[in-house]
């Protein structure tokens, strides 16, 4: 059993906070994706699986819903609340919780394009963690598989039988007896497998949860169902800095909204020279530019809807207050982070108390917290300063002029950096930021056919298929600066 008072592997760390943030966009508590991962492990073991498809299968549990801020405005502008229409979609409810149904279109074709965004972004950010060759290599061929359905009728292939990738399968299934077994109890949740056979599931799978599922729901329902994943996770194949591990928890979380990839990492550049200019030492210099790449984690569990309002309501405010409390508790399970998701848990709190989620005011709030909240009210472009400390927004904003790279090295450039253009580094810069081509011809004054091209030349140049996975990969490359 695994320590309770000794930190996990950092490796670990990572992947439990990206499950935590997976379930909560998922509208999904967060103990759905550890549960999942101990019935995949449960039905691997009856299958006598090996080693390492036990271990990937149980990764892909944990991971699969971290490509879930890569699609969410699409899910938003298609069911209106991304979160809900997504956690209606998962139990096999209706989604559109919140707008109606487009007239005459399937919703396979409606989801198919967000599904293979969903899966490849999975794989892409699988793809920066220190995993061994064997998990990465069994990730990336299961990843594209998530949403397949037996008999063919799954996206976005349309895959068909054995054509399926079976780690793929496990998960789906374990996932969605998971699912079934909360909400509508165990024995509707095994009827609704059985009734999958041969049209949702592969029928072999399927008569083996018949015959165990009910005493696995029984035992990953039993205790902390992440600490008892732990247990079993694979250890990194090489060390895992951990301004790495900041940096790509602050992409994942700017995917979320595309109008503002790079702030994680605008927030912490700023944070950088600022906690120099303050003359902050080096312990808290890092917790500072850290905790400002972190500072926007929390918002992956709040509507695209919520998150756009220029004058949301009351109801909708108490969402956005949440986003600081849930960046802190999805890093409570990144405990190598602790200090800097307390410090993240402060970004949005104001001298006057108007802040969130505490309420704090005046000298409850310390200098390097007045510090984060400026810094971070600069990199999101926010015009109103009303109760922020004037003395450290006067330091936030000299170094926000500052030029150069932040005074830790958040990412390290590949040495492998495609050639792009000066036209396609334009055209970039409007794709990320979820342009269509239409728009991006406008803003650019080209015919959107250039515009497709250039975007088909840097998706080949850069070894992507959708805007999302290519946000990651430029952000990775720094293609893009904030």
Known sequence: ??????????????????????????????????????????????????????????????????????????????????????????????????????????LGGLIAPLSEMHCATVATLAG????????????????????????????????????????????????????????????????????????????????????????????AAAGDAWARCLADLPAAASAFDLDAAVTLLGDYADLKTPARVGEARKAGKIAGHAAAIAGLDAVASTHLERAAMLHGLGQVAVPNAVLDMSAPSEADREQIRLIPYLTERALSRFPDLAAEARLASFAFERLDGSGYHRGLRGTEIGLDARLLQCCVALARGENDTAGLDADALARAQVAARADGAPRRAAAQVMDARPSVTARETEVLALLVTGLSNKEIARDLQIAPRTVGTHVESLYRKLDVTNRATATLKALELRLIEP
């Open 128 to 219: 920066r963690l220190p995993l061994a060759a064997p998990l990465r290599q069994g990730i990336e061929d299961a990843a594209p598989d998530f949403f397949e359905q037996w008999d063919g009728s799954g996206y976005p292939a349309a895959k068909r039988g054995e054509e399926i990738s079976l780690t793929a399968q496990i998960v789906t299934i374990c996932g969605d007896l998971e699912v079934w077994g909360r909400i509508y109890g165990t024995t509707k949740a095994l009827a609704l497998v059985e009734a999958g056979a041969d049209i949702r599931s592969d029928p072999g799978l399927v008569r083996q949860v018949l015959a165990h599922g009910a005493a696995w729901l029984t035992e």
């Open 1 to 106: 059993m695994t320590d309770p008072n000794k930190a996990p592997p950092r490796l670990a760390q990572m992947i439990g906070t990206l499950a935590f943030a997976g379930d909560l966009s998922m509208g999904q508590p967060v103990d759905h994706s550890p549960r999942t991962a101990l019935l995949a492990r449960a039905l691997c073991r009856a299958l006598g699986l090996d080693a390492d498809t036990t271990a990937t299968a149980q990764l892909l549990a944990l991971l699969r819903w971290s490509g879930c801020t890569a699609n969410a405005r699409e899910f938003s502008d298609l069911f209106g609340d991304d979160v809900a229409g997504r956690a209606a979609l998962i139990s096999g409810r209706n989604p559109f919780v919140a707008r109606q149904p487009p007239v005459g279109l399937p």
